[in-house]
T-cell receptor
Framework: DQQVKQNSPSLSVQEGRISILNCDYT??????FLWYKKYPAEGPTFLIS?????DKNEDGRFTVFLNKSAKHLSLHIVPSQPGDSAVYFC????????????FGKGTKLTVNP | GAGVSQSPSNKVTEKGKDVELRCDPI?????LYWYRQRLGQGLEFLIY????????KSGLPSDRFSAERTGESVSTLTIQRTQQEDSAVYLC????????????FGDGTRLSIL
């Protein structure tokens, strides 16, 4: 039973355009959501997070949107750069992030020059 | 460095052997987590330590898996009588015990069981 789903295994965009990565969840107890970026042979790197009391959080080129009624979140990267090419994992947690993270299977983003 | 440190980075062993993986969390982080990632999959939770509280072992896949942590420092994950399905990358993360604080990951131990 997958509680966090990333339905697109891969995404390819042109440099300078917007990348939109999507994530759906089923557990209504989740109240803290995170995006991690992962390069091969490295651990996941924390990118951005959002608490369930918000619907948007922005950090530079990265914005995360949360739609609680739809149990859906998305990560927007604008403008996309070739260095953004990596696997992006969506993760969710209950108890404000103090509990274990439940991860999606990841979306491989390729940004073409 | 100031990040989560894991050792060894790679481990190859024969089926049936025991292995021990080590994690040094970020200094001051009271919460420590172990996850594993099988090929092509997301990360699976294994076990969680928080200070002196009893660990949350709900993710351990079998009794061959165990983990220890002394205080708020180093943790070791032990797999006894390894099987081929144990082959995975084992990742450790640590975080501050506060709301809305992200977990920070090490680079993992790539375990291969022959």
């Amino acid at each position: 039973d997958q509680q966090v789903k990333q339905n697109s295994p891969s995404l390819s965009v042109q440099e300078g355009r917007i990348s939109i990565l999507n994530c759906d969840y089923t557990n209504s107890m989740f109240d803290y959501f995170l995006w991690y970026k992962k390069y091969p042979a490295e651990g996941p790197t924390f990118l951005i997070s959002i608490s369930s009391i918000k619907d948007k959080n922005e950090d530079g080129r990265f914005t995360v949107f949360l739609n609680k009624s739809a149990k859906h979140l998305s990560l927007h990267i604008v403008p996309s750069q070739p260095g953004d090419s990596a696997v992006y994992f969506c993760a969710a947690s209950a108890q404000g992030g103090s509990e274990k993270l439940v991860f999606g299977k990841g979306t491989k983003l390729t940004v073409n020059p | 460095g100031a990040g989560v440190s894991q050792s060894p980075s790679n481990k190859v062993t024969e089926k049936g052997k025991d292995v021990e993986l080590r994690c040094d969390p970020i200094s001051g982080h009271t919460a420590l987590y172990w996850y594993r990632q099988r090929l092509g999959q997301g990360l699976e939770f294994l076990i969680y330590f928080q200070g002196n509280s009893a660990p949350d072992k709900s993710g351990l896949p079998s009794d061959r898996f165990s983990a220890e942590r002394t205080g708020e420092s180093v943790s070791t994950l032990t797999i006894q009588r390894t099987q081929q399905e144990d082959s995975a990358v084992y990742l450790c993360a640590s975080s501050l015990r506060q709301f809305n604080q992200p977990q920070h990951f090490g680079d993992g131990t790539r375990l291969s069981i022959l």
